[in-house]
């Protein structure tokens, strides 16, 4: 079970932390992922972290502004978020997967998401 938190409504500019808290099973043995979705949108790609979290991928529009971490003591994966744009209001949902990947079927655990919206 994934369980996220952390979304709200923050202005253009600003920041948010959302995180991921799982339960079980092995958190170590999943890599972890975050998506997104805007209304009317298809869910897209954010970021991916390994299961040692040694390795980290980005999507391009989020790159250099959002870094994904994760705390395998606490079976808890983050996504910070800076620099947030309106472009990025959308519902977050964490996801975990045996694979690392990109794709919205490559993950078969998903969150029940949560909405950051971000203002002009």
């Known amino acids: 079970q994934l369980q996220a938190s952390g979304g709200g409504l923050v202005q253009a500019g600003g920041s948010l932390r959302l995180s991921c808290a799982a339960s079980g099973r092995a958190f170590n043995s999943y890599n972890m992922g975050w998506f997104r979705q805007a209304p009317g949108q298809e869910r897209e790609f954010v970021s991916v972290i390994s299961r040692s979290g040694g390795s980290t991928s980005y999507a391009d529009s989020v790159k250099g502004r959002f870094t994904i971490s994760r705390d395998n003591a606490k079976n808890t994966v983050y996504l910070q978020m800076n620099s947030l744009k309106p472009e990025d209001t959308a519902v977050y949902f964490c996801?975990?997967?045996?694979?690392?990947?990109?794709?919205?079927?490559?993950?078969?655990?998903w969150g029940q998401g949560t909405q950051v919206t971000v203002s002009s």
């Open positions: 996801t975990a997967s045996s694979t690392y990947s990109f794709r919205v079927s490559g993950y078969p655990y």
